[in-house]
């Protein structure tokens, strides 16, 4: 198991054990985290599973691919560090990963 943590947007920590090969928007849902919505189910298709990477993480989590650039231009207040949570696959190379929920989703 991999740790992840996933901060909600008023601050509350969600420390979860994921599996490699899940995606971080899969335990997101699983744990109920507030904030991810993730409407279309991890297809890269809604923009609403949406989070910020902890700049810490930024290099190993890596760049989007071009599906998911264009996804995020329909979410709110996109950031350098911005990454859907559905194209984040977990690995033992992300182990501690932290990301932050924004504000709202689109």
Not at 18 to 30: H, I, L, P, Q
Not at 61 to 79: I, Q
Request: charged share 30%.
């Amino acid at each position: 198991m991999t740790k992840l943590t996933i901060v909600a947007f008023d601050g509350t920590r969600f420390d979860l054990d994921a599996e490699d090969g899940s995606t971080v928007m899969e335990n997101a849902v699983r744990n109920s985290v507030p904030g991810i919505e993730a409407e279309c189910g991890g297809a890269c298709a809604c923009a609403t599973c949406h989070v910020y990477v902890d700049e810490e993480w930024v290099e190993k989590v890596g760049s989007p691919e071009p599906m998911e650039e264009d996804m995020l231009d329909f979410a709110f207040d996109v950031r350098p560090n911005s990454r859907l949570s559905c194209q984040i696959k977990v690995a033992k190379e992300l182990d501690g990963l932290v990301v932050h929920v924004p504000e709202r989703q689109a």
